[in-house]
């Protein structure tokens, strides 16, 4: 059922293209770190050899690296679960390219200082030159980027509408439909922001800046969020339409069969219903983990909620299958 | 994963349930590494006791579709073989055949059963 496709390993190396100046961001500090003082040379006027600015080395190692963290994931995003089409791969490069500078520019100004022994005698000259790296690895994650003309899109030929109710369900049959769905993605950038809030802590920690305790909780706030969205489990059985967190338990969505007027199998469009993650938009709530099949639950209210699940036929069709015969059953 | 639990059935509910998982993941529809419901929820949502989830799943882990482990449940480590996948299919299918024929599961497993003798 998982195949690996030419277009899935041209998005892996992409991915692979966008975290690397994290990681040499990392490795550089590790590297200079025994020549770095608490300070170094962050900003040059004009042509002068002189530095007329400093900043402190760690706190602007921290900040850079979360900034970039940040926008890099959302990079990878974009890559890993957007759709293949131009206007993606458009956000796919500028996004790698705010997000590889933060941690180029790091490396070169903690390499201008390290190098030069002290701050004041740091002197940037050639090493303006490394800035043009981002906007590479911009370039190479476009022509890594594959598009596929909308016509032959595998997805959007999946599917569409109200499947038929699983045949023959007898009046006392038991029927339950589960399956979970994880997102990889997600869950690598929960790693992420997990990582980044505790160094934030440690960073805290060591400073007199209360901000960074705020910035600290934000993230964590943030990473738990994302954690509670991946893995989660979709059931569909006698009480209905359900999705719960796998690592904390907490309904995220819950549908008594009662109130479900009929289940479709859909494409899911992310954009369509307000982007990834968990979505309240004009169109309805919508709990959205890539492009792709996913069950759309038409209420009695007349409201809509939306899954991205793998098998959203099946989905579907087990639950109109106990919605049909519940209603018979209660003579409705 | 779909389960469907039938009266008319000459197997249990623990061995319907553990047959339809194992078939389940030989089709791919749960993927090794994928967690199965709980115990308790799934007994929940079938309406049978959980002591005969709990055996289904013995089953299972007795024939190495699943691991069992406190805290985590059960989490798929291995589907069947080819071989015993085909066989899966095909008694899938040879039971739906049955069913349009008119052939109740309970009369197909007396038939398979006399086959054995011969």
């Known amino acids: ?332 | 994963m779909l389960i469907r639990l039938s009266d008319g059935s000459p197997a249990s509910i623990a061995e319907q349930i553990s047959f339809q998982i194992r078939l389940a993941v030989s089709r791919g529809d749960v993927a090794v590494g994928e967690k199965l419901p709980s115990a308790r929820d799934l007994a929940a949502s079938l309406d049978v006791n959980m002591h005969t989830v709990l055996r289904a799943y013995d089953s299972l882990r007795e024939a190495g579709v699943i691991a069992l482990s406190r805290g985590r449940g059960a989490t798929v480590v291995g589907g069947d073989e080819p071989g015993v996948r085909d066989v899966l299919e095909a008694v899938a299918a040879m039971v739906a055949e049955a069913a349009r024929a008119g052939i109740s599961p309970r009369e197909l497993a007396g038939i398979v059963k006399g086959m054995e003798t011969t």
């Open chain 1, 1 to 332: 059922m998982r195949r690996i496709s030419g277009a899935g390993l041209r998005r892996s190396a992409a991915v692979v293209l966008q975290i690397l100046p994290l990681i040499a961001m990392g490795a550089a500090a590790l590297v200079f770190a025994p020549r770095l003082g608490p300070t170094m040379a962050t900003h040059w006027s004009g042509f002068a050899m002189e530095p007329d600015g400093y900043g402190s080395t760690w706190m602007s190692f921290w900040i850079s690296a979360a900034i970039a963290a940040a926008v890099t994931a959302i990079a990878v995003a974009v890559v890993l679960m957007g759709s293949a089409s131009r206007e993606t791969r458009k956000m796919a490069s500028a996004a790698t390219l705010i997000g590889a500078f933060p941690s180029t520019v790091w490396i070169v100004l903690a390499g201008t200082t390290a190098d030069a022994g002290s701050p004041e005698s740091a002197d940037l000259g050639a090493r303006l030159g490394f800035l043009v790296i981002p906007f590479l690895v911009a370039t190479v994650v476009f022509l890594l980027f594959p598009v596929i003309p909308e016509t032959e899109d595998e997805v959007l030929s999946a599917a569409q509408g109200v499947p038929e109710p699983l045949e023959s369900l007898a009046p006392n049959e038991r029927l339950v439909w589960s399956r979970t769905i994880t997102s990889p993605l997600l869950v690598a950038i929960a790693v992420v922001l997990v990582a980044s809030a505790v160094a934030l802590g440690v960073a805290a920690a060591r400073s007199a800046d209360a901000g960074l305790w705020t910035t600290c909780a934000t993230l964590t706030f943030v990473a738990l969020s994302v954690l509670a969205l991946s893995p989660a489990r979709l059931t569909i059985d006698r009480f209905g339409v359900r999705l719960r967190s796998g690592a904390f338990g907490i309904p995220l969505i819950r549908i008594p069969l009662s109130d479900i007027d009929v289940v479709s199998a859909e494409t899911i469009e992310p954009v369509q219903w307000g982007g990834w993650g968990y979505r309240f938009s004009g169109r309805g709530r919508a709990y959205v983990i890539r492009r792709g099949s996913g069950v759309v639950v038409h209420r009695a209210g007349g409201s809509v909620v939306a899954v991205t699940v793998r098998d959203a036929e099946e989905a579907a069709a087990a639950a109109n299958a106990l919605r049909e015969r519940s209603r018979v059953q209660q003579g409705s």
